[in-house]
């Protein structure tokens, strides 16, 4: 099983709503990554969990906030979101072995509307 | 990670060879190249990577120069499935972070 599945496909959301992306994986990655594209842009890092703790926050405002509950799951708890928030969300896991990250693998990623 | 340099589009003829180049000539000797393509609306794909030997897999080639400056990514048989935005990455091994360029916009023609 090589597969990052990310739910929902598709979210619109209002400004004062509070909702959640979520992505599983079962390959017992120990890396896991969210990513933000704009369109017509190339993906952006935005968070790095590493063994279930945050190791990377590439600077995301804090109406973004990510979770990781277990070794599979990887949450991204939104609120508070503008209209330039509307993006799609992408998430990502990699092997970790002596510590090192491999190859990512990524989710089909869910596509944000903020109204 | 060293920065890369890769044309905004290409065209090739369905069932002929695709030649993506990319440059990377400040790569420093620990960086691996890598090779990631995104089929429209869909995530990014891993292909391959490589350190300083040529590499193959089921999916592509990847030619890297002796001097490790530039690289290029070989579809051998392209179909119309492999249109796609094919990113060329400078990664140190183990990194955690995988930064993104703008890509080439490959179009496989009929």
């Known amino acids: 099983d090589t597969e990052v599945t990310q739910t929902p496909k598709h979210l619109v959301m209002g400004m004062t709503n509070k909702k959640s992306l979520k992505c599983e994986q079962h390959?017992?990655?120990?890396?896991m990554y969210w990513y933000k594209q704009k369109a017509k842009k190339p993906p952006e890092l935005m968070f790095v969990?590493?063994?279930?703790?945050?190791?990377i926050n590439e600077s995301v405002p804090s109406r973004f906030s990510p979770e990781c509950p277990n070794s599979s799951l990887l949450n991204l708890h939104l609120h508070a979101l503008q209209p330039e928030d509307s993006a799609l969300y992408l998430c990502a896991s990699s092997r970790k072995d002596m510590g090192l990250s491999y190859e990512q693998y990524f989710g089909p990623g869910t596509r944000l509307t903020v109204t | 990670d060293a920065k890369t340099t890769q044309p905004p589009s290409m065209d090739c003829a369905e069932g002929r060879a695709a030649n993506l180049p990319c440059n990377h000539s400040t790569i420093s000797g620990n960086e691996y190249v890598y090779w990631y393509r995104q089929i429209h609306s869909q995530g990014p794909q891993y292909i391959i990577h490589g350190l300083k030997n040529n590499e193959t897999n089921e999916m592509a080639s990847l030619i890297i120069t002796e001097d490790r400056k530039s690289s290029t990514l070989i579809l051998p048989h392209a179909t119309l499935r492999d249109t796609a935005v094919y990113y060329c990455i400078v990664r140190g091994f183990g990194n955690e972070k995988l930064t993104f360029g703008t890509g080439t916009r490959l179009t496989i023609i009929p």
């Open positions: 969990y590493s063994y279930e703790k945050l190791s």
């Open positions: 390959m017992g990655h120990r890396a």
